[in-house]
């Protein structure tokens, strides 16, 4: 079963099969000759948070692909409440041919995985978000031309986008800097696992306090909300903290020239970025934000790929 639950449990061919089948699909969808790789095929999208990118994006993926998205709001689910995740895991199985979930614990999509017979994609969790690390790859991919010896700089909070940057640049050569306050660094058992992958690819991670030195020579410079979705009673301490992280003017002058700035979105102008960076030459944040669409079709066609061979 090819679960896609973090950018870790694959290697770093799978990375880049998944980025190349993105892009190929990507430009046939563009050309006007995409085949209906999914042909009849269900998503089951299961959501314990709000969401637009990821459920307008896979809801659309599924469509242009020939199958369709059913999406599962948080109240008719309710993961772990009505009933166990282990028997929505194995009904919701009987139905749809991949499950995508958006959860709080990252445990909730392990415990899916653990109990579904079809692919589970982990459409966000606390720990992480590899589709989202997917589409900034494939971002970084178009504007950039590659990985090896370019240069993100991450500021801001070490949390679930931060985690998957840091996976996906170990597992494709990219050099990854990140600068997070004090106390809200990533997790140490993450930075360790990433230094393993990085072993295997010549990725060189690095990890400062200061967000100036951390932005210096980037060529891509990325950032995410100081509060994620469920710590918002977090949010007023956090504003005292992290303004110095914010993306703005000070850090694109430290920058190469051609830095791109990147934001998973939803973002908050005026806080971690300001319009005028979000808004500027630099800002690739809706290139981004569309590639959502591109990678999740790459996601999609890998995890079924074994089915469509039957
Ligand atoms: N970036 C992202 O996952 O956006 P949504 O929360 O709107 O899905
Ligand atoms: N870190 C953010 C990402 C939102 C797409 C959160 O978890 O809320």
Not at 211 to 231: H, R
Request: aromatic fraction near 8%; charge should be negative.
């Amino acid at each position: 079963m090819k679960h896609f639950l973090s950018l870790a449990h694959l290697t770093p061919a799978e990375m880049q099969h998944i980025l190349d089948l993105s892009l190929s699909i990507k430009q046939e969808w563009k050309a006007g000759n995409a085949p209906p790789y999914l042909k009849n095929k269900v998503l089951g999208m299961i959501f314990q948070k709000p969401s637009l990118r990821t459920r307008v994006s896979f809801d659309v993926a599924m469509l242009q692909l020939g199958g369709n998205g059913l999406y599962l709001s948080p109240n008719e689910i309710q993961l772990g409440k009505r009933e166990s995740t282990a028997d929505v895991a194995r009904v919701i199985s009987r139905y749809v041919d991949v499950i995508m979930a958006r959860v709080f614990a990252h445990a909730d999509v392990v415990e899916l995985a653990k109990y579904a017979t079809v692919p589970v994609i982990n459409g966000l969790s606390d720990y992480s978000h590899p589709c989202q690390g997917m589409a900034d790859f494939l971002t970084i991919l178009e504007h950039k031309g590659g990985f090896q010896g370019k240069k993100l700089t991450y500021l801001g909070d070490g949390n679930n986008v931060a985690t998957s940057l840091l996976l996906g640049a170990a597992l494709l050569g990219m050099n990854f800097t990140i600068a997070a306050p004090r106390g809200y660094e990533v997790h140490p058992a993450t930075w360790a696992l990433g230094q393993q992958l990085a072993a295997q690819t010549g990725a060189h991670l690095a990890a400062t306090y200061d967000p100036l030195a951390a932005a210096a020579d980037a060529d891509v410079l990325y950032t995410d909300t100081w509060t994620s979705m469920g710590q918002e009673e977090e949010s007023e301490q956090r504003r005292k903290i992290f303004p110095p992280y914010r993306v703005d003017e000070s850090k694109l002058r430290c920058a190469k020239p051609d830095v791109i700035v990147m934001h998973c979105l939803p973002a908050h102008r005026g806080e971690e970025i300001t319009d005028a960076v979000a808004d500027g030459p630099h800002s690739a944040l809706f290139d981004q934000a569309e590639n959502r669409l591109h990678a999740q079709k790459g996601i999609l066609v890998w995890a079924l790929e074994a089915e469509n061979c039957k």
